[in-house]
């Protein structure tokens, strides 16, 4: 007998200004089964089940569950269709108490208004019994390890008797002790007839616990196969799948001296033990899944982050960073991932945020700024990253995503930079504007700047690096020069296969 598919997600598109996340994505789950969704960072995964959790919408198409279709335009409509999202990034109050978050708008009400508190905590206390989470329904959520709430996630879908539940990289916070617990808690749900999706980067949890695995690439799904009817290397090359000749403008620039040089830097928890050096006019990329620990080296080197252990060498000698305005100063920058949180204050002017990469220079003695020197500084940097606005005294938060990067970049490279660490530097931009960010990586490259390119996207790190570096939970797993890093040794090494295979 032929499993039953618990859901259909069919015909789902969904773009965020004009960049097309999700197209004509049509993905089902079988009942009973664990179903994993595999696929790059940026395939498309976890915003596909947002739109199944009603935390976005999706531009058209439609959900079924048990051959019913539904309308889920918010969180409420997908629990009350009994599925329930457990993201990576844990959606606990911690002031709350265990209880209170499992219940947590669905709570016991008298008559008179008030919570039936003991009869609630008396529920919670026999659900976690139940599943033998050693968890005290009364305890406060902050009080809880990491690997605790994750578990609290999971009794919270139990508490909603969600039928179909989804689980995003459940056990990138898990020893192996726990991960074991999780998968017998999982084995659990489907010997229940429960349905489990679960998202997972990780290949040996696949192949462990999956039933059905389903594969996506760049917002389009790719098909789905039992897990008994795949391999390891047939999963990798259809998350691959691409070619990626003549997308990026990357050119030949000669290659200088060494300009930075890590060796053994460690950070407790985070990484471990990650050597590397980066030369005047190379792009080093840094490749690896989410939670790699590539943003933490960065950090690290940039002095946001204290080193437990390790050296960092500028050119030949020895530096010590304490902090980003040591960084800085040694002529080190780093952009980061978030650049509308971390990067710009988006209410100022353009010119004034170009401004403050140099407002040191920039200021007399008495601490006024020379306008005229600002202004004819800010239209400088406009040309030069070809910075698309009208008006530079227009706020940032009027430029698109890629201008908004260009205006990063503007800021921090008015000043005299050697090592420049771009963190994602096209996330969520157009593709016309990426091809422009790319052409400017380039031309810093060819001015003998040494940079180093955090990317989540594969294509990119290969059509645009020198070197790729490939990290795996906070290892370093293997440097290799462009000519040998193909998109399978790269994404077998991001998935800790220790030969590249």
């Known amino acids: ?48 089940m947002r739109v199944l959790a009603g935390a976005i919408t999706g ?67 026999a659900l976690l019994d ?9 305890a406060e959520v902050s009080s809880l390890s990491i690997a605790e709430q994750q578990m609290l996630e999971i009794a919270k879908a139990l508490a909603s008797d969600a039928k179909i539940i989804v689980m995003d990289e459940p056990t990138s916070s898990l020893t192996t002790k726990e ?14 007839n429960r349905t489990v999706i679960y998202i997972s980067h990780r290949m040996e949890e696949v192949f462990q616990i999956g039933d059905y695995v389903s594969v996506m690439r760049d917002g389009t799904f790719v098909g789905v196969w039992p897990i008994a009817e795949v391999t390891q290397a047939d999963l990798i090359a259809s998350m691959v799948g691409r070619n990626i000749n003549n997308m990026f403008p990357k050119e030949t620039v000669p290659i200088g001296e060494e300009v930075l040089s890590v060796r053994r830097l460690t950070h407790k928890g985070l990484f471990e033990d990650v050597s590397f050096t980066v030369r005047a006019g190379e792009i080093l990329g840094f490749s690896g899944l989410v939670g790699a620990g590539r943003t933490e080296v960065a950090l690290t080197i940039f002095g946001a982050l204290h080193a437990d252990a390790g050296e960092v060498f500028l050119h030949g000698e020895k530096i010590q960073i304490r902090s980003p305005k040591d960084a800085i100063d040694k002529k080190i920058v780093y952009i980061p991932e978030d650049r509308k949180t971390l990067a710009l204050d988006l209410r100022a002017k353009i010119s004034d945020n170009i401004a403050l990469g140099v407002l040191d220079k920039l200021c007399s003695r008495l601490g006024f700024v020379d306008q005229t020197a600002e202004k004819k500084l800010c239209e400088e940097q406009k040309v030069r990253f070809r910075i698309k606005t009208p008006d530079m005294s227009l706020p940032a938060n009027s430029l698109s995503g890629g201008n908004q990067q260009k205006v990063v970049l503007a800021k921090w490279l008015s000043r005299d930079v050697d090592v420049l660490i771009l963190d994602e530097p096209t996330r969520g931009i157009d593709v016309g504007s990426k091809e422009e960010i790319y052409r400017l990586i380039v031309e810093l490259a060819r001015e003998g700047k040494a940079i180093i390119m955090i990317s989540s996207e594969l294509p990119e790190v290969l059509g645009m690096s020198d070197t790729v570096m490939v990290m795996y939970e906070g290892r370093k797993m293997a440097e290799l020069p462009i000519v040998e890093a193909t998109q399978e040794r790269v994404l077998a090494y991001s998935f800790g296969h220790k030969d590249g295979k």
């Open 130 to 138: 139940e599943y033998d989470l050693d968890i005290d329904a009364k």
């Open 59 to 125: 531009d058209s198409g439609v959900i079924l569950v048990d051959g019913k279709e539904v309308q889920i335009s918010r969180p409420q409509d997908s629990k009350a269709a009994g599925v329930a999202m457990i993201y990576q990034e844990l959606n606990l109050v911690p002031q709350m108490t265990v209880e209170a978050n499992m219940n947590l708008g669905d709570e016991w009400i008298r008559t008179a208004g008030f919570v039936r508190i003991k009869d609630s905590v008396k529920r919670a206390q």
């Open 179 to 192: 991960v074991n617990s999780l998968f017998k808690i999982i084995n659990r749900l489907t010997s229940e």
């Open 1 to 48: 007998m032929a499993d039953e598919k618990a859901l259909e997600m069919q015909h789902i598109f969904k773009s965020f200004g004009g960049v097309h996340a999700l197209k004509d994505v049509s993905f089902c789950a079988y009942r009973g089964k664990v179903n994993v969704l595999m696929g790059e960072n940026g395939a498309g995964k976890s915003t596909l």
